[in-house]
């Protein structure tokens, strides 16, 4: 029986190393969790610990660089940094590197530089392929250089993955629809979706403060991005992310001022296109018992977020079984009415 290999990415933060712009909603020390500069001994342990948790042995391991702009670091900070993980490439307890910068600090001689150390994916960080939103979150650059930025990735062999953001400045759904359609014809391979949140002590935390921002609800932020997963799936494109994961910073300090944070957002985006789905089965007669055979690891999503799909069902039903199915294709399901 074939075994897909299980992914892991050992996480290294360099939070606003070198990010030659304050964006309106970055503050990457109060993201990451992170207050200072990781130094090469805290790498090389940071890997080794990954590794020594991980349980399967057959596994595909990264290193990801990611927080500022990795490309704007001095050269010789760079090849510092790339040069603790050589070892594990050449031993093979690592398979890859990736880390994660801007689109305008992507030339030929970067490309040339980070191919010779063996990186093999490069995300940026696009938020948005609107100008007029790139603008209005002070992000420093145009959409057409994210585009250029792309072609000259790919056409250099890495594989490509590009971040956007929703409920910016100036976005809306339409927006936000698009950018997710130009990520695709631009050829990333992997995606992370992230609704944009007011971080203390950034230009949206003042804006937020004088009425002149106001994030999305997380209603809202949900209805967003459920319109957008779809999107990437029907493209065969991988969504690594979606939401940021929880923090220390977000869970016990003041540093999240406002926005559509959830420590389980993804959970909460995906029971939703789940509901969506199951709205049809609301037209059969009150009453009935329903037996719903869904994919077996998409049971917990098809009961919804705290099981609030299985209670809107319950509702109309007399009572509601969910059962797996291995031969159901993703998000997809079958059902018997008695």
């Known amino acids: 029986m074939y075994h897909r290999r299980k992914h892991y990415t050992i996480p290294v933060f360099v939070p606003e190393l070198a990010c030659p712009f304050q964006c309106a909603f970055c503050n990457q020390k109060k993201i990451s969790g992170q207050q200072h500069i990781p130094d090469l001994d805290e790498i090389n342990e940071t890997i080794v610990s990954h590794l020594n948790s991980f ?8 290193v990801g660089f990611f927080g500022g702009n990795f490309t704007g ?79 000259l990735i790919k056409e250099n062999g890495f594989s490509l993955g590009l971040q956007m953001m929703v409920g910016l400045p100036k976005d809306n759904l339409e927006k936000s629809l698009d950018t997710a359609q130009q990520i695709i014809a631009l050829g990333a391979t992997s995606t992370r979706i992230y609704p944009a949140l007011v971080i203390k002590d950034t230009l949206m935390h003042q804006w937020y403060e004088r009425g002149e921002y106001r994030p999305l609800p997380l209603e809202t932020a949900v209805e967003w991005v459920k319109h957008l997963i779809p999107i990437f799936e029907k493209a065969g494109t991988k969504i690594i992310k979606v939401g940021l994961h929880p923090s220390e910073a977000f869970t016990t300090g ?28 609301l037209e059969h007669p009150p009453s009935a018992k ?38 159901l294709k993703p998000r997809s399901y079958r059902y018997e009415i008695g």
């Open 55 to 62: 349980k399967e042995k057959s596994r595909w391991v990264e």
């Open 73 to 151: 670091i001095p050269l010789d900070l760079q090849q510092q940094y790339l040069s603790v993980v050589k070892p594990f490439l050449k031993n093979r307890r690592i398979q890859g590197i990736r880390l994660s910068t801007r689109p305008d600090y992507i030339t030929q001689a970067t490309l040339d530089f980070l191919k010779k150390h063996q990186v093999g994916t490069i995300e940026l960080g696009v938020q948005s392929m609107d100008d007029e939103v790139l603008q209005a979150s002070r992000r420093g650059h145009k959409a057409s250089q994210t585009i250029q930025a792309a072609r």
């Open 254 to 281: 003041d540093e999240l001022v406002a926005g559509p944070y959830h420590p389980s957002f993804r959970e909460l985006v995906l029971s939703a296109l789940w509901k969506d789905k199951f709205q049809a089965l």
């Open 290 to 327: 329903l037996l719903l055979f869904v994919p077996e690891k998409e049971i917990n999503h098809a009961r919804g977020y705290e099981a609030k799909n299985k209670r809107m069902l319950q509702s109309h039903f007399s009572s509601v079984k969910f059962y797996p199915d291995a031969r």
